[in-house]
């Protein structure tokens, strides 16, 4: 009896003192890690090699010619003067004067509103807020609305309807007042994030 007890007994016991503060030390490890949840970014293809800002020469349009809309008259227009010249916002919209008509445009960098458009949406990226009208990004600059080139990487969940497609060394984007998007999945939702700015020449 007393060589059984030598025998069983005590290996028994030892690996059951051995075993019980590594386990107590797994469950301690396991009840520290912190659950992380995140947002699954899948992107189409790969945009690495497109620079934030890039030539207009490089671009080339879906669409031969883009279609203009052009009015007789803007009731209750604001005249916004930018670099010297007159522009016209009114009805959420911006316009040039040519020939006696007045045409829709994408308001250009460096032009200021009093209030935003409607239907705007206020986008979070980098620390900076953003409010996106009709494909427009502007910032808040004390009393007024800037209109800016948005951050590479800034996200939206639609684009106007008049966007664009555009190739660029073989791959498809989307351009709106000359912002580039890739087309995106994020936490399976369609979206559309800002790879690059096309520079006129």
């Known amino acids: 009896m007393k060589v059984f007890i030598k025998t069983f007994v005590l290996p028994s016991l030892f690996l059951a003192f051995v075993s019980s503060p590594i386990s107590a030390q797994t469950k301690r ?78 308001p250009k960098v460096g032009f200021r509103i009093k209030n935003l458009p409607v239907g705007y949406k206020r986008i979070r990226h980098n620390d900076h807020n953003y409010y996106n009208a009709h494909g427009i990004f502007y910032i808040q600059v004390n009393n007024e609305y800037e209109v800016v080139d948005p951050e590479i990487g800034t996200v939206v969940y639609e684009l106007p309807d008049d966007y664009e497609k555009v190739t660029i060394d073989g791959l498809t984007y989307y351009e709106y007042a000359n912002i580039l998007y890739e087309k995106v ?15 006129m020449e």
């Open 29 to 106: 490890a396991n009840a520290t890690k912190k659950v992380e949840t995140t947002r699954t970014v899948t992107t189409t293809r790969r945009t690495s090699g497109t620079s934030n800002r890039v030539s207009s020469n490089k671009v080339t349009y879906k669409k031969t010619t883009r279609k203009v809309v052009s009015v007789r008259s803007v009731p209750n227009k604001t005249v916004v003067k930018h670099k010297g010249q007159n522009y016209y916002y009114a009805n959420n919209k911006f316009y040039t004067q040519a020939r006696g008509r007045y045409i829709v445009i994408a």
């Open 185 to 199: 999945q994020i936490d399976g939702t369609r979206a559309y994030e800002v790879v690059g700015i096309i520079e």
